[in-house]
């Protein structure tokens, strides 16, 4: 399968991109959080509008720089409109950056449940999730590499298809079981091999304390973390690609999302769990992308209308807050 943006050709843009990225991230975390504090709710306000602003000007410049380049570029097929096209990639950044920000919402109520566990302290939370994040963005990187590879076999797009589709159903019907980190075989392997303190040392993540190289609770929470945000992965990157076929797309809307991520959460981290209705959303936007990635894009010459995805994606998810707000959860329910 030929890409409009081949690596071999754009690896200065991805270059310049996963720099930017860095260097986005070492002044959020060397200047505006030098200190370690608990972050507030307006704080959080203002740079989650910061990283939507951010991401939303890429989508422009992505729109302007295709309308661009082309009708120039090699890849388009000749006859092809490539206004309607540039409007098309556009869309599909911001479909998959829609759909990327709605299913890290699970991640959301993950990490409230893993720093209560871990007793990670509200001043620390930030450092935690930064660098988790920046963990998360490399594994993304590696899993949509792999995917522009495999996705390019219609086998394995209708396996991943499928796949979506069972994941869906099992978030809608089956129950939700309590996350248990000390069971986690990761962390069980780290504690073998690795001593781990029993206090907190700040925001340290290493020690030395009675003579021994010790991790910190506060590294032991941020490997957590990463494990289970590749497994996310696992679903969110196969369902990035049930949109849009361009690994470019894939990657920066999975970045955007990522960074607006933290900042989603010390915003919403109090109210979390009135979004109970969301999990039903959540599971009908996978099925609905696992049938379209099988099914509808054939059936639609290669490709389902994206304004079409973009609609169902995002009334869904909206009507879910909605009705978690509309018809509140019970107590004790």
Not at 116 to 127: D, E, L, S
Request: aromatic share 18%; with cysteine.
């Amino acid at each position: 399968m030929q890409h409009l943006f081949p690596f071999a050709e754009y690896w200065v843009f991805y270059l310049c991109f996963v720099t930017f990225i860095l260097v986005v991230l070492l002044l959020d975390l060397g200047v505006f959080h030098k200190k370690s504090h608990e972050v507030s709710f307006k704080e959080a306000a203002i740079w989650t509008c910061v990283w939507v602003s951010i991401a939303m000007l890429f989508n422009y410049g992505l729109y302007v720089y295709c309308l661009n380049t082309l009708p120039s570029n090699p890849f388009v097929v000749a006859g092809t409109d490539t206004k309607a096209l540039a409007g098309q990639l556009a869309l599909e950044f911001l479909s998959g950056y829609v759909m990327e920000q709605a299913l890290s919402v699970d991640n959301l109520f993950v990490f409230v449940v893993v720093f209560k566990f871990f007793g990670i302290a509200a001043q620390y939370q930030h450092r935690v999730l930064f660098f988790g994040f920046l963990g998360a963005i490399v594994f993304r990187g590696i899993f949509i590499t792999l995917g522009s590879v495999l996705m390019s076999y219609q086998g394995v797009v209708i396996f991943f298809g499928a796949f979506l589709i069972f994941t869906g159903f099992k978030m809608l019907f089956a129950p939700e079981k309590p996350l248990e980190p000390e069971k986690n075989p990761i962390i069980k392997l780290v504690k073998k091999f690795l001593p781990v303190s029993s206090q907190l040392h700040g925001q340290n993540f290493f020690v030395h304390e009675n003579a021994l190289f010790k991790a910190t609770p506060l590294f032991v929470c941020l490997l957590f973390l990463e494990v289970t945000d590749i497994v996310f992965a696992v679903d969110s990157v196969p369902a990035i690609f049930a949109l849009t076929k361009e690994p470019l797309i894939v990657f920066t809307s999975n970045a955007f999302a990522i960074l607006g991520l933290r900042s989603m959460y010390f915003m919403l981290a109090r109210i979390m769990d009135k979004f109970h209705y969301l999990k039903f959303g959540l599971a009908f936007v996978l099925m609905f992308v696992g049938v379209k990635m099988a099914w509808l894009n054939e059936k639609f010459a290669g490709h389902f209308p994206i304004t079409i995805s973009l609609g169902i994606i995002a009334g869904v998810i909206i009507l879910s807050i909605l009705a978690s707000f509309i018809f509140p959860k019970r107590e004790g329910v």
